[in-house]
């Protein structure tokens, strides 16, 4: 295969492996998403002083790990609002995800 020849990626058997990272792409996404959430809400009930010593005891995770997650959640959340305000998100359709609509936000 050459460079010159786009056509030629189209072989089946990478339509496979197209499709199987396509998933475990988006259920990665929707996971990160996820444990942010959980974090986010997690620092809340443990409260000030004790997130730290909390997540160092329940995971041995540095705090810029945590916050990486967080913030996945948080621009997750800032883009289904968005979605939700320009009409794109229906709420009806509990198969729409906060990952599909950052997904979809990012093509944009």
Not at 55 to 76: G, I, K, N, P
Request: proline share 4%.
């Amino acid at each position: 295969m050459s460079k010159s020849e786009p056509n030629s990626f189209q072989a089946p058997d990478l339509a496979e492996h197209v499709s199987a990272i396509r998933t475990l792409a988006r259920t990665t996404i929707d996971n990160i998403i996820e444990i942010g959430r959980h974090l986010t809400e997690c620092k809340r009930i443990v409260g000030h002083g004790n997130w730290l010593p909390w997540l160092a005891q329940e995971f041995a995770w540095s705090e810029d790990t945590a916050e990486r997650f967080m913030q996945a959640y948080r621009v997750a959340r800032e883009a289904a609002l968005r979605a939700i305000t320009a009409g794109k998100l229906y709420i009806a359709k509990p198969e729409v995800t906060l990952a599909s609509v950052m997904s979809s936000e990012v093509r944009q």
